[in-house]
C-alpha cells in the first residue's frame, strides 16, 4: 500500500477522478509531448458524466493555449470505465525553436483514472508491508502501538507535517463554506445551504453537534461542487465527510490539532485498505466506494478519538460500510451536486453512530474488515453500469430518459 500522501490529496473539485485525476494524466502527456494541438477521447464514465463533472472544462484549462478537440465515446467499452486517450503530433522544434510541421511525430497515450485522483501510470511505492486489517491489527498487537503510531512507524515523522496541512485545508475549506451563500454552477441552479444550517437557531429540532457536523459536511461538498479547494478523503465526492467529524471533535470535544493528525492516520490506514484491495472510484463499484469508504474511514477515525480499542475501531469501520453496500452513484445531470452533498452530511452522521455504537463491547464482529472489503468490491462490479457514475440510472433518470445503457 502506498503513502497517505496519495490519499489525501490537496487538490479542486469537483471530482478526483474526473478532474484531479484526469488532470494529472493531461499534464503529464502535456510535458511529455509539447504540441499546439490535442486530442482527447473520453470513455465510459468519462463520457457519460465528464460535462457535468467538469472534465472538458480541466482539460482545455491545462492544455491552453493549445487547441485542443475532445470527443465524449459513450459506445466503446474499456476494461477501464474511466479512460482517456490523448494524442497529438508531437513537435521537436525547428532550428531557431520554433515548431516545425515537418518533424511532426503522431503519438499517442491511454490512462485509466483510478479514482482519488491516482492514475494507472502512478508508481506503486510499497509504503507499507501489511495488505489487510488483519496483519496490520496483529502487527500493532505484537509491537502495543496503535494505529496512528503504525502509520508513522512506515511513513515516517515527515507525515504528520502533511496530514497538518491536509488538516489546516479541510477547517479553511469547511470554515469558509459555513460562511458562504449562492447558486451553485450548473443547470439544477442549487441553492447553497450550508450556512443556513450553521445559523440555524437550535429549537430541539438539531442538536448542536448535528447541526455543526451537518453545515460543515455540506459545506466543504458545496464548495466541492464550486470548484473550490478540498482534501480527497478519499475522493471529491465523498471530502466533507471527514472533515465534518474532525471539525466536530475540536469544537465541541476539545481535541487537540495533534489529536485530529492521529485520527487522519488511523482514517488513511482504513482508506488506503479500500483502496489497494478494492476501489475508491464511483465508476467502478459505486457510491459505496466513495461515500461508504469515507463513512467507514471516519467511523474508524471517530472511535479512535473516543480512546477505543483496535478491535472497537475495526467494528465501527465495518458498521458503517456494512450499511452502505449497494450504494449507487447516480449524480443528476453528472454534476457532484444530488446526491453527494447532502450524502455526505447522511454519512458523517451514520460514521459517528458506528463509532458510539462500537463501544458496547470489546469483541469481535462476525464479519471482519477484510471481507467486507471484498464484499463492497464484489457489489460493485456486480452492479449494473447505470448505477457506475454514468447517470443513467436512479435518480439521475428522473431527469433524464435518453441515456443509452438502459
Ligand atoms: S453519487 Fe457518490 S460516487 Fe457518485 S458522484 Fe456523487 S458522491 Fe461521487
Redesign the pocket.
Known amino acids: 500500500m502506498n503513502s497517505l500522501r496519495e490519499l489525501y490529496r490537496i487538490g479542486y473539485g469537483p471530482?478526483s477522478s474526473h478532474t484531479l485525476g484526469v488532470g494529472r494524466a493531461v499534464s503529464l502527456f502535456k510535458t511529455k509531448n509539447p504540441s499546439n494541438e490535442y486530442k482527447v477521447v473520453l470513455f465510459g464514465s468519462l463520457a457519460a458524466t465528464g460535462v457535468g463533472h467538469g472534465t472538458d472544462r480541466i482539460i482545455k484549462e491545462i492544455l491552453a493555449p493549445a487547441k485542443c478537440e475532445i470527443i465524449f465515446d459513450t459506445e466503446t467499452e474499456k476494461e477501464h470505465p474511466n479512460t482517456l486517450t490523448i494524442s497529438c503530433c508531437r513537435y521537436s522544434g525547428g532550428e531557431d525553436g520554433a515548431d516545425s510541421q515537418d518533424s511532426c511525430d503522431f503519438t499517442s497515450e491511454t490512462f485509466e483514472s483510478l479514482g482519488g485522483g491516482a492514475i494507472n501510470t502512478d508508481i506503486e511505492t510499497a509504503t507499507y508491508p501489511h495488505k489487510s486489517f488483519e496483519e496490520i491489527k496483529n502487527f500493532c498487537e505484537e509491537k502495543k502501538i496503535n494505529l496512528a503510531e503504525y502509520v508513522y512507524l512506515h511513513e515516517g515523522e515527515g507525515i504528520r507535517e502533511y496530514l497538518r496541512e491536509c488538516l489546516a485545508q479541510m477547517q479553511e475549506t469547511a470554515r469558509k463554506a459555513v460562511r458562504t451563500e449562492g447558486i451553485l454552477p450548473g443547470k439544477l441552479k442549487l441553492e447553497r445551504r450550508a450556512k443556513s444550517i450553521f445559523d440555524f437557531k437550535d429549537n430541539g429540532i438539531l442538536t448542536d453537534e448535528h447541526r455543526l457536523m451537518s453545515a460543515y459536511a455540506i459545506g466543504t461538498a458545496e464548495e466541492n461542487a464550486d470548484g473550490g479547494k478540498i482534501v480527497t478523503a478519499p475522493?471529491c465526492?465523498?471530502c466533507g465527510v471527514l472533515p465534518s467529524v474532525l471539525l466536530l471533535a475540536s469544537e465541541e470535544w476539545g481535541k487537540t490539532d495533534d489529536e485530529l493528525i492521529n485520527a487522519m492516520a488511523v482514517a488513511g490506514i482504513i482508506g488506503n485498505l479500500y483502496k489497494f484491495n478494492a476501489s475508491i472510484s464511483?465508476a467502478e463499484c459505486?457510491?459505496q466506494?466513495?461515500?461508504g469508504v469515507a463513512c467507514s474511514m471516519t467511523a474508524g477515525a471517530a472511535a479512535f478519538l473516543m480512546g477505543f480499542s483496535l478491535t472497537q475501531i475495526e467494528n465501527a469501520a465495518c458498521m458503517a460500510m456494512e450499511h452502505f453496500l449497494g450504494l449507487?452513484?447516480?449524480?443528476v445531470y453528472g454534476l457532484?451536486q444530488i446526491?453527494?452533498i447532502e450524502?455526505n452530511a447522511s454519512a458523517a452522521a451514520r460514521a459517528l453512530c458506528a463509532a458510539r455504537l462500537s463501544a458496547i463491547n470489546d469483541k469481535p464482529r462476525r464479519i471482519p474488515l477484510d471481507n467486507l472489503i471484498e464484499v463492497m468490491y464484489k457489489t460493485g462490479l456486480d452492479m449494473h453500469q447505470c448505477y457506475r457514475?454514468t447517470s443513467c440510472g436512479g435518480l439521475a433518470a428522473q431527469f433524464c430518459s435518453t441515456c443509452k445503457l438502459h
Not at 449507487?328 to 449524480?331: K, M, N, S, V
Request: aromatic share 0%; with cysteine.
Open positions: 471530482s475522493t465526492g465523498s464511483g459505486g457510491c466506494a466513495e461515500i449507487t452513484c447516480d449524480p457532484v446526491p453527494c450524502r457514475e
